[in-house]
């Protein structure tokens, strides 16, 4: 049923301002359908207005039809979802005019567009059918009303029939004298008993009692009070079991007026209806003893089907002494489909209007043709929406067809990321969307969109492939039951045009920077360093520089970050590297980037001239969970003086922490290393060696190296031991020449006091020994002519320019005495050709550096005057090294 429909049909209208019309050509057609007559309204005309339907009686007056009229008169009114209406009548309604076997009826449908009915259209249409011959019975289940007309004559009242049903006479009886109408009284028969109406009474009960010339009638709508439920072969029937007694002629007539129609016996499986009518009702045959069944016919729309028709719309009639079964797929011709929503899902409804025409004859009635009239509608059965997907990757377009749906559906939204938008309005978001035609008369709906619209999400799949995802929910309404439904679609699509993020490196003194050039997979992807998001606020506190520009996202994070690792320790430098990682937004790792760099930082070593190291240890990539404060040195007792989280700083004099010397030929070594061992353990884990090299007179070069775990070993780093040879003023050697004072004049013979000092160093283990000396004439210490002073340790011995050695003590200006030698010699001149040279001197030494707790296993450290030839040959591990020192000019005092 559709309530708001019907609502719309009975609406009680303004007869005001009526316009009448003739029957508009085309607005109306009739037909003849036995004993119904139909008027179909051309839904052309008629879709979505507001219609009156009334019929006009003799004398022109139009009789307005509400749902009471309706049933009681024999008018029926069908409206399908498709917009067709349709009036039917009975052809003995109340308004029919009747004249020799021809039935006429006037129709009068007002139409507006409001429901006031203001400037309603009238149409008119009168109808005029022939029919007979009649049957002696005829009985019509039309959808709202049960009719049944009887010939008069039948049955005769015989003596059986009053015998059968005495107690009807004896209540009417009485009255009948009295009565002026020509149907007097209706006797229901009730399980309870008999109830006599007089004709008004039933007729204002609803029923319809009429009789014409050779028939009488009686009509009933399905609720009414007296009708009964009786259950046939387990199908209901509605019936009333009436008699009704009429005057004629002076003579009070009795005919039995029932009626009985089935209200269910339907049976739908997935696709078939199943309809069916129990044959000879006890209602209907009462009384008679034959039954003889003469014509089984069915149709649609009030129009028979032949056998043919039957067939080859694959209907099955069974027909067996006790029933008639009718079989139809759902979908055969004839009926509709209508979609409807249940629970937010669509479906459809097969809608097909039955008729059964059912004649037999008994022995009591003759013949009687039974007409029923079945409208159906098949349970709602769901129909999932199909999806189909044409994305051409190609053309980079999503194109997705939804369907199918009736001709009933409309498309009237798009919900695309949250926002609903109708369907012109998609096309500014990208979407083309319009409806496709089947041959079968079903649609669906096209939508077409660029791969590139922000409302495709693009995800990264792998390393060549993205996945682009349509998501859109459709949102449907249904005519014209305004029911709605929203259709879910969601296709994805993978394309290998996926482009990684890139990216590059560089570094300056003091930071890393990695550059990373944008794919077309990462948009939603954040670079984080270790676990840190580089977009946090503890990124912007370590003072990592992070900048986007939309193509090119630079990240630059200093050397001695918490978050920079150290790989390892070259003799040159470190190699530090950095480590970008890209999540996406369920924080998987998508891409790792990293920068490696050498840098040359002097802060790692230093090496004081005073003996003083200074060693930062970095903790290593390949060691983690190392606590840096527990770095020591050989000497585990030896801590660092300040750790970070990554370093630990050292500083400690070359003479303590366990720190070794080692000689070469003009390089001393001092070497230590960093250790650190796991609680417990004595095999340590990681061991930075380091070593300070001093060189005589070079320039510092710092140098640190490294090997990784487990045993990082070091090259040096270098330093510088100065020496000086000065000249002092007096053998006191408390006061020397200072620069400003050269050259120094001294006379001939005048005893000249030299010292040589191992400057800075604060190591007490060094001590300092001259290996030889000699003056020249020019600053080169390699310059001929050379005079000897001190050779291989040993004084020159010639008598007048003997060498003196001077003992040193230590003083307020000597801490180490180890590192001085002084010697004494006269003030001399050159000869050239037998004459002095007036010319300044230069005073040189080679000096040796030994380890004094060594002496021993060193000759060169172990005498004071070993001849040279004494010492080749002799192959001893070195624990000295070589140096040289040269003194400003000294120029002699001419008398
Ligand atoms: C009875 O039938 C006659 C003739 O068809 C008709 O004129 C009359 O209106 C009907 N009366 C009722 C109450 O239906
Ligand atoms: C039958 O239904 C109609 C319409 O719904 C109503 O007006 C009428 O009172 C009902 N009759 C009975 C007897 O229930
Ligand atoms: C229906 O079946 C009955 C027997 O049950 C038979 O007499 C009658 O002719 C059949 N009618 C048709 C139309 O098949
Ligand atoms: C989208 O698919 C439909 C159905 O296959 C097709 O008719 C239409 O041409 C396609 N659109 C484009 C732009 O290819
Ligand atoms: C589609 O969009 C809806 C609403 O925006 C969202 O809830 C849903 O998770 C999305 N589905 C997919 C597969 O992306
Ligand atoms: C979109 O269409 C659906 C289905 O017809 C409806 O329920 C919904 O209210 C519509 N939304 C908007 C915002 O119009
Ligand atoms: C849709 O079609 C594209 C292109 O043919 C295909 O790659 C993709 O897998 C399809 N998606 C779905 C959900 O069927
Ligand atoms: C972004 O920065 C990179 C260098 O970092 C530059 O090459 C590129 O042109 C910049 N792009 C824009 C859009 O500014
Ligand atoms: C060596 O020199 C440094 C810096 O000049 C100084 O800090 C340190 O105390 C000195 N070491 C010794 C043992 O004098």
Known sequence: MVPNLVLRLFLIGVLASEIWTQDRPGSLSSECLGSLLRVALNAEYFEDKYLIFAVVDQFGTAQEIDETLAAQCGYTIEYNYWGNIEFRASIISCYTHIESDVYTLTVQIQAANNPDMKNALTHLKIVSCPYSPWHPRELVCETNYMEVSVRRNVPQITADVLQDEPEDWALAFPEATAGAVSIWQVVFHLPTGRKALLASDAQNAGYGLNTTDTRILLRAPYNATEAQLVKVRGVT???????????????????????????????????????????????????????????????????????????????????????????????????????????????????????????????????????????????????????????????????????????????VNLTIDDTTVTVPEALQHGYKVYETRYPNGSKGYIIETPFDVPSIKKEYLTEDTRLYTLNVTLGFIVQPTHETFTVPVITISPVKDAVLPSARGFCDDDNLYLTVIHGNVDQNWLPFISNLSLSSDAAQKHNYGLDDNGTH?????????????????????????????????????????????????????????????????????????????????????????????????????????????????????????????????????????????????????????????????????????????????????????????????????????????????EDPQLELYLEDCWATTSQDRDSSPQWSIITDSCENAEDSHQTIFHKVDSDSRVKFPTHLKRFEVKMFTFMQDGNALLEQIYFHCSVVICDARRPASDLLCARRCIPRKQRLGRSVEAYHMHGHVSSGAVLMKSK
């Open 237 to 411: 029937f509605s019936a009333v079991r009436a008699s009704t007694f009429y005057k004629q002629r002076w003579m009070i007539l009795m005919v039995d007026t029932a009626v009985a129609c089935p209200i269910d016996g339907m049976e739908y499986t997935d696709d078939t209806i199943i309809w069916t009518i129990p044959k000879n009702l006890q209602t209907l045959s009462a009384g008679a003893t034959s039954f003889n069944d003469l014509l089984v016919e069915i149709g649609v729309d009030l129009h028979k089907l032949s056998a043919r028709e039957i067939a080859s719309r694959k209907y099955v009639l069974s027909n067996n002494t006790d029933e008639i079964t009718i079989q139809m797929p759902i979908g055969a011709e004839g009926g509709y489909y209508k979609t409807h929503v249940s629970e937010g899902q669509h479906g459809t409804k097969y809608y097909i209007n039955l008729f059964l025409e059912h004649q037999w004859e008994d022995n009591r009635w003759g013949v009687t043709k039974h007409t029923i009239i079945k409208k159906i509608e098949t349970p709602f059965k769901l129909v999932p929406p199909t999806i189909t997907n044409n994305t051409n990757s190609s053309i980079r377009l999503v194109n997705v067809t939804v369907g199918t749906f009736l001709p009933d559906v409309e498309l």
């Open 553 to 761: 996202l630079t990240i630059r994070v200093p050397l001695y970050a918490p978050h920079v690792l150290y790989e390892e320790i070259h003799p040159s430098g470190i190699t530090a590297s950095l480590h970008l990682t890209m999540k996406d937004n369920t924080h998987a790792d998508m891409i790792d980037f990293s920068i490696s760099c050498r840098f040359s930082p002097k802060e790692l070593i230093d090496c004081l001239p005073n003996g003083t190291m200074v060693i930062t240890a970095l903790k290593l990539a390949g060691i983690t969970d190392l606590d840096t404060s527990l770095f020591v040195l050989r000497d585990k007792q030896c801590r660092p003086v300040s750790v970070t989280e990554k370093s630990a700083t050292f500083i400690f004099n070359m003479n303590t922490c366990g720190t070794s010397r080692k000689f070469e030929d003009t390089v001393m070594t001092y070497e230590n290393e960093v250790s650190y061992f796991r609680p417990g353990s004595t095999t340590p884990i990681y061991q930075l060696k380091c070593a300070c090299q001093y060189i005589i007179n070079e320039t510092i070069v710092v140098q640190y190296s490294s090997r990784n775990n487990p045993a990082p070993s070091v090259e040096p780093g270098f330093g510088s031991l100065a020496l000086t040879l000065r000249l002092f003023k007096d053998q006191s050697y408390s006061d020397s020449y200072v620069e400003i004072e050269y050259p120094v004049v001294k006379y001939l013979k005048e005893a000249l006091y030299f010292e040589v000092e191992l400057l800075h160093s």
